[in-house]
């Protein structure tokens, strides 16, 4: 079960039961933020939508929505309050992505020109139609045709 | 000017415009999601906010709550049409966290196991007082004192 509202064997839902101490920094009705106890950089802050769902493709969109939506002030808070000169926003969906806990989670990781985090993004190219196919595969799954399958 | 609803000099707010042809998926009022033409792996996708806005901590809530409800949904799209084992979405915000383009985007990042991506996660640690005196400080940010400065 990949969606459900509390999953007893989660620890963010632990968490966010109060049944494990965290260092939250801010709460609403349906999302917690809390310090990473093993940050990236200090500051490091994970933002969880309470109700327990694997990950983004799962979460109903107003979660999704509202979850983000507390993004703005959270990431300016972290910003003024550790002097970090940018930070990245990540969300891992899947173990082959990085994801450790199977309840989807925002990280909130402030960076420091010269940290340690090292993040190289490689860059490939399409070649031939390979751009158009991509984009015709991923429309067709946003919008799959009426009467087919 | 960090914030504003359309950058002449921005080569997101040209796509937006149709200056500048892409690979899009998908379009609302608000956000337009497009094809990244030198992916980290092919599927790659960009979700950006149509208003020029340079990144996150400038983004108006609403706006971002509307940029995130998409989330869902494209990611189940990019991940059947890539087949991929997982995906990480990713905001960077300012160079130090290798933000490129300064109008603030969602990456959607499809991902394999053994795919040529190598993100390390350094873990650091809160030594004493330092978990503490962090969240206070990021609080204090989001809740600051009446009538202090």
């Known amino acids: 079960m990949s969606s459900q509202a509390h999953d007893p064997n989660c620890v963010f839902c632990k968490i966010i039961?109060?049944?494990?101490?965290?260092?939250?920094?801010?709460?609403?009705?349906?999302?917690?933020?809390?310090?990473?106890?093993r940050p990236v950089n200090h500051g490091h802050v994970l933002l969880v939508p309470?109700?327990?769902h694997a990950n983004l493709t799962d979460l109903p969109e107003p979660l999704a929505a509202h979850v983000a939506s507390l993004l703005p002030k959270l990431c300016r808070a972290v910003r003024a309050a550790t002097g970090a000169d940018g930070f990245n926003v990540i969300v891992n969906n899947g173990r082959a992505a990085g994801q450790i806990i199977n309840h989807g989670h925002w990280h909130i990781i402030p960076r420091f020109y010269n940290d340690s985090v090292n993040w190289p993004w490689p860059h490939g190219e399409y070649v031939g139609d390979e751009l158009g196919q991509m984009r015709f595969r991923i429309e067709r799954e946003l919008n799959p045709p009426r009467g087919e399958d």
Request: charged share 30%; proline share 8%.
């Open 17 to 37: 039961r109060r049944e494990i101490p965290s260092a939250t920094v801010l709460e609403t009705d349906a999302a917690v933020a809390f310090l990473d106890i």
């Open 50 to 52: 309470k109700p327990h």
